[in-house]
């Protein structure tokens, strides 16, 4: 199996690192090419508008749309804002590139000034130990319709993970703390729905 992690802008080499871990190949992905070989894809935490904007300027938006059509593909935090299809009408940045593939409304940098940045326990189905999850000016996942379905949820409700088929979208970071199993959960699901 190999995974890629765009690697336009934000936190690709930490995901990198986490996969080679787990012994996946990996590939950071700098133009649309690089998607040929691949089995699934991450998109990284960073600045969406940033990231939408490289995307658009490396004319990765349709090929990221093709690849989505048929591979797995997982966006945390920024990540998950590119891949949603509406961005709310509260938060930050209603006008920026979004690939818009998944049925999902998230609101951008949510969280509030006071609570920039937060960690916490998060309770999943199939995890034996809650699994700890850093939260960077991180988006709130409003609302899943459609085939979404949210979770994960924090202790007060609010979403933070939602699947549709293929794709995966965590508000937090999973990277960044060294536990290994959003990571798997996603190989798992690469695994499950390909071929
Ligand atoms: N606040 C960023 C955005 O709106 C996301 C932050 C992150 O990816 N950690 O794109």
Not at 63 to 80: H, I, N, S, V, Y
Not at 156 to 184: C, K, M, N, Y
Request: hydrophobic fraction near 45%; charge should be negative.
């Amino acid at each position: 199996m190999k995974i890629g992690v765009l690697a336009l802008q934000g936190a690709f080499a930490e995901h990198i690192v986490m996969l080679q871990a787990l012994g996946v190949e990996t590939a950071e992905v700098r133009l649309p090419d690089q998607l040929a070989d691949l089995d699934g894809l991450i998109i990284p935490g960073g600045e969406s508008t940033t990231i939408g904007k490289l995307a658009v300027m490396y004319n990765f938006m349709e090929p990221l749309r093709a690849f989505a059509a048929e591979k797995g593909m997982w966006g945390t935090c920024a990540g998950m804002i590119f891949m949603a299809k509406e961005i709310g009408t509260v938060g930050t940045g209603r006008d920026q590139p979004l690939l818009g593939i998944m049925d999902i409304v998230v609101e951008r940098n949510a969280f509030g000034r006071q609570v920039d940045s937060f960690e916490a326990d998060l309770i999943v189905d199939g995890f034996d130990a809650p699994f700890p999850a850093v939260f960077i000016r991180a988006p709130k996942l409003v609302e899943a319709k459609g085939d979404a379905r949210v979770i994960v949820r924090l202790e007060d409700g609010t979403a933070v993970a939602a699947q549709q088929g293929r794709w995966l979208v965590t508000s937090f970071h999973p990277e960044l703390t060294g536990d290994g199993r959003f990571h798997e959960y996603f190989l798992k699901m690469v695994e499950d729905t390909g071929e």
